[in-house]
T-cell receptor, first 112, second 112 residues
Framework: ETGVTQTPRHLVMGMTNKKSLKCEQHLGHNAMYWYKQSAKKPLELMFVYSLEERVENNSVPSRFSPECPNSSHLFLHLHTLQPEDSALYLC???????????FGNGTRLTVT | SQQGEEDPQALSIQEGENATMNCSYKTSINNLQWYRQNSGRGLVHLILIRSNEREKHSGRLRVTLDTSKKSSSLLITASRAADTASYFCATNLYYSNYQLIWGAGTKLIIKP
């Protein structure tokens, strides 16, 4: 049990579908993150929320839309994705800026 | 090349031997962090070393940091089969509170 729970673990979707990834942390952390992990590439930071306010947005296509309704929950809404968006999407949290991250086990996304 | 490059990309050793992985980076940092990722799982934080520290230990792990060479090493002593995983370094840049720059990782295989 990592303290950061992601659902679903696996997701297969067509390019015209709309789906959402969910992340929940029970660690009392103030910051939450979405990362994309593709094979043989470094982790890519997508979004960061601190106390429910978005503080980083790394030029992510608009087909990815984050939502942070409270400090314990984070969503990533997906629509009209491309096959190259297939990857492992990891959620993480941290107590404060610059401190170590606690990761969930990820959602393996396949876009067909 | 990218900030936070690990070397080697893959390493295979016998159980009981020591494993050394290296990480190089390019710009000034606040701290450098090492993480482990088992196949299909999220990343787990191992050690954080600050820019004013030269060496840290945690159990069988030893991390060194040489800011003059912009490099770090992770040593795992007396390796075990359970140490089989991918290992990543990540640098926290001095000018960004939330941005971590990741390497592509070293895949470590411990042969029984």
């Amino acid at each position: 049990e990592t303290g950061v729970t992601q659902t679903p673990r696996h997701l297969v979707m067509g390019m015209t579908n709309k789906k959402s990834l969910k992340c929940e942390q029970h660690l009392g952390h103030n910051a939450m993150y979405w990362y994309k992990q593709s094979a043989k590439k470094p982790l890519e930071l997508m979004f960061v929320y601190s106390l429910e306010e978005r503080v980083e947005n790394n030029s992510v296509p608009s087909r990815f839309s984050p939502e942070c309704p409270n400090s314990s929950h984070l969503f990533l809404h997906l629509h009209t994705l491309q096959p190259e968006d297939s990857a492992l999407y990891l959620c993480a949290s941290s107590p404060e800026q610059g401190s170590p991250l606690h990761f969930g086990n990820g959602t393996r996304l396949t876009v067909t | 090349s990218q900030q936070g490059e690990e070397d080697p990309q893959a390493l295979s050793i016998q159980e009981g031997e020591n494993a050394t992985m290296n990480c190089s980076y390019k710009t000034s940092i606040n701290n450098l962090q090492w993480y482990r990722q088992n196949s299909g799982r999220g990343l787990v934080h191992l050690i954080l070393i600050r820019s004013n520290e030269r060496e840290k230990h945690s159990g069988r792990l030893r991390v060194t940091l040489d800011t003059s060479k912009k490099s770090s090493s992770l040593l795992i002593t007396a390796s075990r089969a359970a140490d089989t995983a991918s290992y990543f370094c990540a640098t926290n840049l001095y000018y960004s509170n939330y941005q971590l720059i990741w390497g592509a990782g070293t895949k470590l295989i411990i042969k029984p």
